[in-house]
């Protein structure tokens, strides 16, 4: 859904960041993708939070962490990028910039939102998430428009029951995306500290310059955070990456 969506804006002759951005805005919009935007699973409080970030060909940035009660996560890093002069604003914070560009507040947490948690607090009395088990997943999208310009987005609502105000990878550039519009671009998923402790996507892309394959970059980068990660077997994650020259890995 969130290509098909990409896919209608590059072929009307859209630009690569909006296609990247309104791409994954369906998945955000979608209650039924229980791990990015309405109807996730909430944090171990009770609430969903959401992380997102968006890199544009010029290599200008936006990301919003820990946001509440906002449908959009990837609109208001876009906003932070387009309008501010910073490129990650957190928390309340955010979520008063997203309310001062005119987003409206939006109940995030659904019934079967509180059912997961309920069931959650009962099997794991030790309070700690489990990879894999908990469905965790993120979206990430790479769009390459025709002119030839590169752009990515990435949002999530991050690992299920995590701790409040708990970040992953996503918000992160060089972690959870990246874009380098003479090189190419990556985005990641899964536990989102793993790929942190190897800067993800920064290291796909730099394997990429280096003249990797985008498939070899992505191999070599989950090699690396195989190495940073002693419990890697307890955990997953994965990237995906495209070239300039339109090959994908
Ligand atoms: N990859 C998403 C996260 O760990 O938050």
Known sequence: MANAKAWE??????????????????TEADPEVHTVGIGSYPDRDGIVT????IMAPNGDCGSV???????HPVSVARMVMERTPHVMIVGQGAKNFALSQGMKETELLTDWGR??????????????????????????????????????????SGASFKYHGRVG?????????????????ATATGWGEAVIRACGCFLVVEFMRQG???TDACRLAVERVISKNPDWKDNQCGFIAM???RETG
């Open 212 to 214: 990797h394959s985008p």
């Open 115 to 156: 059912e997961q948690l309920a069931a959650w607090k009962t099997r794991n009395p030790d309070y700690r998430p489990k990879i894999n088990v908990e469905n965790h997943d993120t979206i990430g999208l790479l769009t390459l428009d025709k002119n030839g310009d590169l752009a990515g987005a990435c949002t999530t």
């Open 243 to 245: 070239n300039r020259h």
């Open 169 to 185: 990878d996503s918000p992160l550039i060089g972690s959870g995306l990246y874009v380098d519009n003479e090189i190419g671009g």
């Open 50 to 53: 959401l992380d997102a970030c």
């Open 65 to 71: 962490a820990a946001v509440q009660d906002i449908l």
């Open 9 to 26: 804006i590059l072929n009307a002759g859209g630009t690569a960041l909006d296609a990247a951005e309104q791409g994954v805005m369906v």
